[in-house]
């Protein structure tokens, strides 16, 4: 396994569709794999394909050691509304409050190419919609008002301090001392 580079706001792959994976095959179990390594080096809980440079429709996500993997996944239904603070690993540092649907069912491959069905609230609802979103070019900052997305990516901007790159390299040392305070997505 080994550690991805996570693509960060500004980066044109996280604006754009995914591919239907046709088959799981070992290659994208090999980018699973790779994406959770990446995701808990990161202290993430949740990370979408194209956050590392890749257009596969293909997302993990991690909550109280629970882990799972969504390809190709669907939202079947959606119910309900709640509200919270969201960040994301290719923002950040940028937190805002987003509305999601309080309660999903989702459709999936799991990876072994087997279709399940998941029926979610709460964080896990919240992570499933977000990096559903990421799979089809959307980051949370899209549904802040205007006035707060300016904010949010002046602050970003700030603290960039010049900074182009596009990618950021996760070390697990640096990043376990950074984030204490919230969960990015
Ligand atoms: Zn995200």
Redesign the pocket.
């Known amino acids: 396994m080994s550690l991805l580079d996570i693509y960060v706001l500004g980066a044109p792959i996280l604006r754009q569709e995914t591919r239907v994976v046709e088959k799981v095959d070992d290659g994208v179990r090999r980018l699973i794999d790779d994406m959770f390594e990446t995701m808990y080096a990161a202290k ?1 809980i ?3 394909a194209p ?1 590392v440079g890749r257009s596969e429709r293909v997302a993990v996500i991690d909550i109280d050691q629970k882990p799972y993997v969504i390809v190709n996944p669907e939202i079947l239904q959606r119910e309900g509304t709640q509200r919270a603070e ?6 950040p540092e940028i937190y805002g409050d987003v509305d999601r649907a309080a309660h999903v069912h989702v459709k999936a491959l799991d990876r072994n190419g087997e279709a399940f069905e998941l029926q979610a609230d709460e964080l896990l609802a919240r992570c499933l919609q ?2 559903i ?2 799979l089809h070019g959307r ?2 900052i899209d549904y802040l008002g205007l006035l707060k997305r300016r904010a949010a990516i002046s602050k970003w901007e700030k603290l960039r301090k010049g900074d182009k790159s596009l990618t950021r390299t996760i070390s697990p040392r640096e990043v376990a001392e950074q984030h204490t305070r919230d969960e ?2």
Do not use: N, T, V
């Open positions: 993430g949740g990370l979408a956050q969201e960040g994301c690993l290719s923002i977000h990096e979103d990421h980051l949370f990015e997505l």
